[in-house]
Structure formats: C-alpha cells, structure tokens
C-alpha cells in the first residue's frame, strides 16, 4: 500500500520511510488502539491488516525498544511480510530476519541475538522456545496473523502463554478477516491469545467503503453426465450394504449413503464403546466403519473433483492393500465386486468432465472476451489442481501452487518455487494460478480478474478468505461450480448459511465490542495467569510467573506411592507389578538407587532438570508441556538414539501401543533394533508403552506382545513402563529425570549413533524380511539352525521344529526362497 501519488497523503514517523504508507484513517485508528492494549484486528482482506501491525511495531519500537516478532501460517506469507517490512521501515534490511524450518537451529539462535525484526512460522518458534533456544522477555510487539487459527493445539496457543509469561513488556495483536464463525469461536481466539480489546471495520464503514470494491458472487450449477453418475451409485450401494452391517449392530440408525460426518463421528465412538467393553463386534464394525470412510472420499471426488481424481485415488488404494500390514478394511474394500465394477468404469471414462469444461469457458470469458488478466482457480483437491492445471495449460498460460509436503503420487513445492510462482503470477508472467488452500491466507495476489471455486467451500473462514483474493483494487467477480444433486448442493447451504452467520456475528461484535471486551476482562483466565509478574521465564531478566508451581503440575509431590517406591528400592524389593525390569549391565546392581529418604519429585528450587527430546517428537504435546514448568528445561536435538534422554544413563523410547505393535510386525526398524541400539549405548534403556488397548491392536495374538515386552526386558535388559495418555508419560519422564539428576546426580548425556548393525542383526534382518515374518520368529530360526544358509534350505517339515512357526509360516518361507524369479 506504498503512496506513489505525490497528492495522496502519507505517513510520517521516524521509524517509516517517507511517502511510502498512504494515510488511510481507519489504519490509524486500529493502529491507536492496538498499540494501547492486546487487541484482536478485524479487517477485511485486502485493507492493509499488515499495515496496522507496522504501524503498531514502528511505535513500539521507536518508544520502547526491544525487537518485534511476527508470526505468519505459511512460508511464503511469512516471506511477503518480511519484504513489506523491508521497505516501509527504516531498519537495516540485516536486521528484518526469517525464522522458518529451512534456518538451522543454532543459525536462528544467533540471528535472533541482532535482529530487531522477526518473522517466522509458529512452528519454528514453538520449538526454539520448546527447546530454550531463545527468550520472548525482550519482544515489545508481537503480532498473530491470521489468528483465527488459535484454537485447539495450535502454535500459536503455546507461544502466546510463553510470551504473556516471559516478556518483561509484552503487546499482542491479533490480525483477522474472519476471526470465527460465532462469539464463542471469537473468544475462544481472544481468551488463547490473551486479548482484551476488539476492534472490528467492516466494508460498510465510511472510511473503509472508498477502498473496497463489490465482489460479485455466482453459482453455476453443473449436470453431471450419467457415466459418472452411475459410478457414484455403484459404489453408494456399496456403503448402504456396509452401514446395514453398522445398523444391525445397533450403532447406525440409517443406511442412507449421504449421512452426515457428525453421524459418521457417533457411530465410531458407539464402536469404541463396544471395543472398550471387549466385545467383538466392535472391532469387526470399526472395519466397516472404516470401508464406509474410505467409500464416502471415493464418491466425494468422483461427484465434486474428477474421474481422474477417483482413478488416482483407487490406484493408492489398491497399493495399499498389497502392502504389508494393510488392514482388513483397504482389502476388503479393493476386493469387492461393486467396487471393481466402479474401478473399471472408471479406467473405462474417456470423456471430458463438465466441470473442467466450464472451467475452461468462464476463463475464456474473463482472460478473452473481458480482457482480464488473471484468474485464480481454488481446489480442495491436490490431485485435481495437477490434473486441471495440466489441462488448461492447452488454452492457457496456467501454473499450480500446493503446499511444501510431497504426499502419494504428488511432489509438494519448496519454498522458493511458491515464492517464484507467487512473483510471477504479480508481474504477470502467467494468467492462471491453480491453487489448493495454501494460497488462501493473506498472500497479497491483487487485481485478479475473478476467482473460481471447483467447489464450495463448507467453511465459513475459508469461504471468506478465498473470496478476498479479488475485489481489492476495482470490482471482481467470484464464481463458484457446483454440481447438481451431489454434495456440492450440501455444503452451498453449509457455505451460505455459515457465512451469513458470520457476517452477522462481525456486523454484530462491531456493535457490542464494548460488552465483548469486558466479558474479556472479566473471564481471561490466562491473562490472570500470565501477569502475575512481569519478567523473563529463562534467558536473561526477572524470573516469569510461576506456571504449574514448584513440582512439575502442582501434583507432583502428592503423587501417592512415589515415597514408598524410593523407600523399596533401598530395601532390595525388587517387584512391581507394573513394572517390567531389566539390567543392561548383567549384574543387577544399582550403586545409585535412592535412599529411603530421597524425594524423586523434582523441588523447583536449585539448578533446573534438563530433558534431551529428539525434534520429531514435536507431534505430540510431551516436550511443549514439560518445558511449561519451571523446573525443567527442555534441550531439542535429532537424536540418533531414542526419544528422550534424562540423564548420561537413561534413554527413553516412548511408543503408542498401535505403534508398538506395528513394530513388532513390519516397518524399517523393529523396537528390538531400537532397543538393541539404546542398550549399547546407554546403560539403563526405558521403553514406554503408551495408551489403552495394547492387547486389541491388529490381528497379533496378546501372547505374541507379551512375549515381545518379555524378550525387551530380559534379553535386552530394557526397563517397560506402561502410561495412559501423553499427560501421564510427561510426568513419568519428569520423575524420571529428577530421579537421575536430583536424588542420583546424575548429568544428561546424550551419545551413542545408530550405526550399522552387528552380524547378528543383520542375520536377523534377512531372515526377517522372508516373507515378512519379523524379528521374533526370526531369532527361534536362526536359534534353530545356526545359520541364514541353513534357514534358506530348511524343508517346510524342518522350518516348523522351529518355535512358533507352524504349517502357513512355513509354505510362505519355502515359497519365497524356492519360487522363481520372475521380475
């Protein structure tokens, strides 16, 4: 929003370059309040949100000091702020950084140091915090873009808890165009983000009007032809047989094929219930289940996408079930009758789909006939940008821009590829940007022509945010395909009926923006958390608010028993009925064990307890929550060796129990490969067993996992602890660790490389991939034979004197070795 137009008035401060900013009022309203208070920014797109966060951070900056952070959803938006930055600030460009995965850690350490300006994904700050890699208690101004998506685990919930805790004199703003789709969603963004004002414009206000341009919106209702139609109706009698399974079991109340994913969500939890109770049938009815939900995606694409998107996605399906381990349910499905019926016709289907046909008419229209420029085409379907931006490209200068994940049969983009394909698209080099919703949030794309929806959208947020990609500097126009008698026709009523609500709910928090704060006031129970007093949690300053008191969750030394334990130990008892025990070290002995008197509890007070989590285990919640206490700080690292590591002796691997089990049976390193590496190089390896249900994984026989928690306990000499949840393996792994380095003093080491295997894991590994019957049975055939040679040669009557291999074991062994080779 640079003011070239020497009559245009433009903003002058110290920290802005001149003429560079067009005055426009209602910015520098928004900017007054946000400046004074944690605010929420409602704005239209396109208005120059970005630009009241400047305005906020120039002033802040200029009367303060300290440094900014802002944080962005996407890569490129997080590059398009920076460049923006750049330019209007009179900053050393040095000086204006970005922190995204593709920095190294110790590099964004060291550039946080000198930067004044940051601008990062939430992702990359959750960890550097996470990890104690830097400190918010200098950050004046820190601003959340897109905050609507504050909700549930997201990032941005985590970094603001640190920052209100942290930072010595913190200041938030939060940027929108659509912050929920109702007052709870909105204060559920407020209350995690800690906001107490709400400043909302709309384009019906008079200082906004003049900036904003109508936006046309028309449905096209497509006829789907009746090739396509009965392919839909092939694999709709397929699900109907499926839910009368699911009706007969008492948890589906129809066989209606187009149930709801609110009734899809209840039939599974009924199932869970029945699984949970032992009964069988549950598990044969999750299987059905699952049948339905892979059927449901298949009629999905075939009525809204393509017949191409259909055959890409059968052809994942049918890899799928070949492949080791597949569940009953991808079998099942690939082999009925109805559905093959379906894949044939499919193949069969040689004719253009009608939506890619008026797809390529209204951009004829726009790009020929209206001498438009360009054009944005959205899609929910990643397979369907491929496959559409292959076929404009016969009229059209067309380019895609999906996300950075490589996903089956699909390359994602890298970074800079979506930056090159955003600043061509802006110079004009192409016409048509096929996008999937990567291209939804805040990228500045303007003047585009028209912007065509494949389908609706069903959600209010992404409804909004798509449709503000035109109309920002004259009119534009949005067309949305949708065809007829599918469930496209369901989520236009959804679309309207969502977004209708919305535009109320903003007309209606512009009104009551005062009452709305004051609940704020009044219910902000993490705010009341947070300033408690004002200072730095680590790195430099005043100690932060106490966050979960001085033993870990404020349980921890009422945890009953944990005493008793210290005391057992001391006294040579060496049951537990809970826990399965080994000695790596062959002699039973522990010169270390806590006293009777020893508080295992970590005390809060002292030198913290420090806790290595390998990267990867950022998907769950256990590094992000022990890093919240006071007492413990978390190191991230990409460990070679397990998954936590609590002192120079203690390893941990943690496991789900659905993983647990799908490591016993398939995948690149079984948890005796694990295990046997840890047992190397620490000398006293944990492995923890997460979750409910160990005994109801797959189809393995409860014998077979407890043979594997035996053989991981006495002949690997692995300590097996059982939890229920991530809460519970957070606080074991912090009692684990005060344990180690208050009570034994003992420090975090952290060693050892997977390294190559040893000759006897690597006879193991052959022997195991034969026919893929795994490490167990692998060892009874080598303890059997002596050899890999001699396995290999062994009659089918000589395999089954092994133990545990019976008549089936045994064909599949000598058809493997015996048959011939046909490539």
């Excluded at 990062?120 to 830097?134: C, F, K, M, W, Y």
């Amino acid at each position: 929003m640079a003011a070239t137009d020497e009559d245009v008035p433009s903003i002058d401060h110290p920290l802005l370059e001149r003429d560079f900013l067009e005055r426009r009022l209602y910015q520098l309203q928004l900017a007054g309040t946000a400046a004074s208070d944690h605010t929420l920014v409602c704005l239209p797109t396109g208005l120059g949100k970005t630009t009241v966060s400047l305005l906020v951070t120039a002033r802040r900056l200029d009367e303060v000091g300290g440094k900014s952070l802002m944080l962005a959803p996407t890569k490129p938006l997080v590059s398009q702020h920076a460049d923006f930055y750049r330019e209007a600030l009179q900053v050393p460009d040095e000086e204006i950084v970005v922190f995204t995965g593709d920095v190294s850690p110790d590099d964004r350490a060291a550039l946080w140091e000198s930067a004044t300006v940051v601008m990062a994904t939430p992702q990359v700050i959750e960890n550097d915090l996470v990890g104690s890699r830097l400190s918010l208690a200098d950050v004046t101004h820190l601003t959340f873009d897109e905050c609507h998506r504050a909700t549930g685990d997201y990032a941005y919930n985590y970094i603001a808890e640190r920052y209100h805790a942290d930072a010595r004199d913190p200041l938030v703003t939060g940027m929108s165009a659509s912050p929920g789709g109702d007052e709870e969603a909105i204060l559920e963004v407020c209350e995690n983000l800690g906001l107490r004002e709400v400043e909302v414009m709309t384009s019906e206000d008079a200082d906004v009007a003049e900036f904003t341009h109508e936006t046309e919106v028309e449905w096209e209702r497509i006829d789907l032809p009746d090739e396509v139609l009965e392919i839909r109706d092939a694999l709709n009698e397929v699900i109907e047989d499926r839910l009368e399974r699911l009706k007969e079991l008492g948890v589906a109340k129809s066989t209606r094929p187009d149930q709801s994913q609110k009734d899809l969500n209840r039939m599974r939890a009924e199932l869970q219930k029945l699984i949970n109770n032992d009964q069988s049938e549950g598990y044969k009815g999750m299987s059905a289940h699952a049948e339905v939900m892979k059927l449901r995606q298949a009629v999905t694409l075939v009525e809204t996408q393509s017949v191409e998107a259909l055959r890409r996605y059968f052809e994942r399906q049918r890899n799928q079930a070949r492949t080791s381990g597949a569940s009953k349910a991808s079998q099942r499905l690939v082999s009925d009758p109805r559905v093959r019926e379906a894949m044939r016709r499919a193949e069969n289907f040689d004719e253009l789909h009608p939506k890619y046909r008026k797809t390529r008419m209204l951009l004829a229209e726009t790009l020929g006939l209206e001498g438009g420029e360009r054009v944005i085409v959205f899609t929910e379907s990643r397979d369907t940008a491929e496959a559409l931006t292959e076929f404009l490209s016969g009229s059209f200068d067309a380019r895609r821009f999906v996300g950075q994940g490589d996903r089956e049969g699909s390359d994602g983009m890298t970074q800079n590829q979506q930056q090159e394909v955003l600043d061509d698209f802006r110079a004009g080099e192409f016409e048509v940007l096929v996008s999937t919703s990567v291209a939804e949030e805040g990228l500045d794309v303007p003047e585009v022509d028209l912007v065509l929806f494949y389908e609706p959208v069903p959600t209010a947020i992404r409804s909004i945010q798509r449709k503000g990609r035109t109309g920002r500097q004259s009119e534009g126009r949005v067309v949305v395909l949708l065809a007829e008698d599918t469930r496209d026709e369901a989520y236009f009523w959804i679309s309207r009926r969502r977004e209708k609500e919305m535009e109320d709910e903003l007309r209606a928090l512009k009104g009551v923006a005062e009452d709305l704060e004051a609940e704020l006031h009044d219910s902000q129970r993490s705010l009341d958390a947070f300033e408690g007093t004002s200072g730095a949690r680590r790195g430099g300053g005043t100690s932060g608010t106490e966050r979960g008191g001085s033993t870990g969750n404020g349980r921890g030394k009422e945890q009953p028993g944990l005493e008793d334990f210290a005391a057992s130990v001391d006294d040579g008892d060496e049951s537990n009925p809970s826990v399965s025990t080994g000695d790596a070290d062959g002699d039973g002995s522990d010169s270390d064990a806590a006293g009777p008197d020893d508080n295992p509890v970590p005390s809060g007070e002292g030198e913290s307890i420090e806790i290595v989590a390998d990267q990867r285990e950022m998907d769950a919640t256990i590094a992000r929550e022990l890093s919240r206490r006071e007492e413990i700080e978390v190191r991230l690292e990409t460990l070679d060796v397990g998954d936590y590591v609590c002192s120079d002796r203690v390893v941990v691997e943690r496991k789900s129990t659905a993983d647990f089990v799908d490591s016993l049976v398939g995948g690149d390193r079984s948890v005796f490969e694990q295990v046997g590496t840890m047992a190397r190089h620490y000398s006293r390896p944990v492995v923890v067993v997460e979750g409910e249900g160990l005994y109801e994984q797959r189809d393995v026989h409860p014998n077979a996992i407890r043979g594997a928690l035996s053989s991981l306990a006495v002949d690997f000499g692995a300590s097996v602890l059982r939890t229920e949840s991530e809460d519970d393996t957070t606080e074991l792994l912090a009692v684990l660790a005060g344990r180690e380095q208050e009570t034994a003093s003992r420090e975090v080491s952290v060693h050892g490389e997977k390294g190559s295997k040893t000759l006897g894991e690597q006879q193991e590994y052959v022997v195991a991939s034969i026919a893929e019957i795994g490490p167990v049975t692998a060892r009874s055939l080598l303890a059997e034979f002596g050899s890999v040679e001699a396995v290999m040669v062994a009659t089918e009557e000589e395999l089954q004197a092994a133990e545990g291999v019976g008549q089936v074991t045994a064909e599949r062994i000598r058809e493997v070795v015996g048959s011939e080779y046909t490539g």
